[in-house]
C-alpha cells in the first residue's frame, strides 16, 4: 500500500528557533499533501494543503508566514514552524493520497516540543 | 456547522465484538473514514464508506447511513492489540480531497 515518510518523528527545539519537518510519498507520485496538527486529546485538524509547483491553501486561522509550506516536487513537501513558542507544541501529522477519493494514507507524524 | 460525534471512551472483552457509533453533520458529504490511532503515531487507513451499507475487511466492518448521518465500526474477536482510539472522518462536499473533519476519537481498550 501507499506509504508516506515523515521526518523527523520527534524535535525538542527553543523558542524563537525555526524547525522543519519534512513529508515524502515513498512509492506514488502525490500533487498535493496536506498537514495536519493533533493537540493532545483533540481531533486533528487540518492546517493547510500543500500543492505542487503552487502556494500552499492555508485554513482559517493558521498563520501562513509562520508555518510555511513548500512543495517542490511530487513527492516532497516541507512545514517549517518559524520562531516556534511553546503554544506551537504538539503533533503534526502528513498525508497524500493518489486519486480523488482514495483514502489518506498518514505520515508517522512528529511530536514537537518548544522550550 | 460541522460537527462529528462519537463516543470518548468504550471498554470491551478479549475476543468479544464491539461497535463504536459515529453521528455527523456537515456540509455535505461526499465519504466516510475510520482510522485506527495508538497512543503517540499518526492514523492507520481502517474503511471507507460512500454509499449507504455495510463494508466488510476482515475483523472489521464499517456501516452508513447518509439519511440518518450515522455511522457505526463494528470490530469482532477483538484482540488485545485493537486497543487504541478510533477516529470517524467525514469529507464534506466540496473541500479539498484532504480536509477531513475529524472526530475526537473513541479509546477503545480492550481488557482480558
Known amino acids: 500500500g501507499a506509504v508516506v515518510s515523515q521526518h523527523p518523528s520527534w524535535v525538542i527545539c527553543k523558542s524563537g528557533t525555526s524547525v522543519k519537518i519534512e513529508c515524502r510519498s515513498l512509492d506514488f507520485q502525490a500533487t498535493t499533501m496536506f498537514w495536519y496538527r493533533q493537540f493532545p486529546k483533540q481531533s486533528l485538524m487540518l492546517m493547510a494543503t500543500?500543492?505542487?509547483?503552487?502556494?500552499?491553501?492555508?485554513e482559517q486561522g493558521v498563520e501562513k508566514d509562520k508555518f510555511l509550506i513548500n512543495h517542490a516536487s511530487l513527492t516532497l513537501s516541507t512545514l517549517t514552524v518559524t520562531s516556534a513558542h511553546p503554544e506551537d507544541s504538539s503533533f503534526y501529522i502528513c498525508?497524500?493520497?493518489?486519486?480523488?477519493?482514495?483514502?489518506?494514507?498518514f505520515g508517522n507524524g512528529t511530536r514537537l516540543t518548544v522550550t | 456547522g460541522q460537527n462529528i460525534d462519537q463516543p470518548t471512551e468504550m471498554t470491551a472483552t478479549e475476543g468479544a465484538i464491539v461497535q463504536i457509533n459515529c453521528t455527523y453533520q456537515t456540509s455535505g458529504f461526499n465519504g466516510l473514514f475510520w482510522y485506527q490511532q495508538h497512543a503517540g503515531e499518526a492514523p492507520t487507513f481502517l474503511s471507507y464508506n460512500v454509499l449507504d451499507g455495510l463494508e466488510e475487511k476482515g475483523r472489521f466492518s464499517s456501516f452508513l447511513s447518509r439519511s440518518k448521518g450515522y455511522s457505526y465500526l463494528l470490530l469482532k474477536e477483538l484482540q488485545m492489540k485493537d486497543s487504541a482510539s478510533y477516529l470517524c472522518?467525514?469529507?464534506?462536499?466540496?473541500?479539498?480531497?484532504?480536509?477531513?473533519?475529524f472526530g475526537k476519537g473513541t479509546k477503545l481498550s480492550v481488557k482480558p
Open positions: 498525508s497524500a493520497a493518489g486519486l480523488y477519493n482514495s483514502p489518506l494514507h
Open positions: 500543500s500543492n505542487e509547483g503552487s502556494k500552499a491553501t492555508y
Open positions: 472522518a467525514v469529507r464534506p462536499r466540496g473541500g479539498s480531497q484532504g480536509n477531513l473533519i
